[in-house]
Nanobody, 127 residues
Framework: QLQLVESGGGSVQPGGSLTLSCSAPGFALEDFALGWFRQAPGKKREGVAC??????NLAEFARGRFTISRDSASNTVYMEMNDLKPDDTAVYYC??????????????????????WGQGTQITVSS
C-alpha cells in the first residue's frame, strides 16, 4: 500500500516562504502523478500544483509564487511557496495517482483517480 509522508507545514507571516515535501518510501514515484491540494475552513478542496512525466501544472493563484518539482533519486516531491498570503491558509494534502501516460495531471483529476492521500499539513499565514 502506498504511504505518502508529508512535511514542511507551519506558520509564517505574509510574504514569507515555506517548502512542502512529499515522499513514498519504497515506491517508484516516476510511475505516479503527484499533486498538492488544499482545503481552507468552509471551502472546497482545490488543486494547487501537480507534476507528472513531461509536465507540471499550477493553479492560477499559485503561478508566479509556487513551484513544484520532483527529485527522482529520493522519491520526493517538493512544493516551494513564496510570497504567502493569508488566503493561502489551509490544510495542504499530497496526493498520488498511478498513470502510464505522460502529462496526465488534468486527466487524473477529471477522473477522480488521485487514489492515495497524505494526512495533510497545516499552513497558517498571519501577522
Amino acid at each position: 500500500q502506498l504511504q505518502l509522508v508529508e512535511s514542511g507545514g507551519g506558520s509564517v507571516q505574509p510574504g514569507g516562504s515555506l517548502t512542502l515535501s512529499c515522499s513514498a518510501p519504497g515506491f517508484a514515484l516516476e510511475d505516479f502523478a503527484l499533486g498538492w491540494f488544499r482545503q481552507a475552513p468552509g471551502k472546497k478542496r482545490e488543486g494547487v500544483a501537480c507534476v507528472s512525466f513531461g509536465s507540471t501544472n499550477l493553479a492560477e493563484f499559485a503561478r508566479g509564487r509556487f513551484t513544484i518539482s520532483r527529485d527522482s533519486a529520493s522519491n520526493t516531491v517538493y512544493m516551494e511557496m513564496n510570497d504567502l498570503k493569508p488566503d493561502d491558509t489551509a490544510v495542504y494534502y499530497c496526493a498520488a495517482g498511478y498513470t502510464p501516460y505522460p502529462d496526465s495531471c488534468k486527466l487524473l483529476a477529471e477522473l477522480g483517480r488521485f487514489d492515495y492521500w497524505g494526512q495533510g499539513t497545516q499552513i497558517t499565514v498571519s501577522s
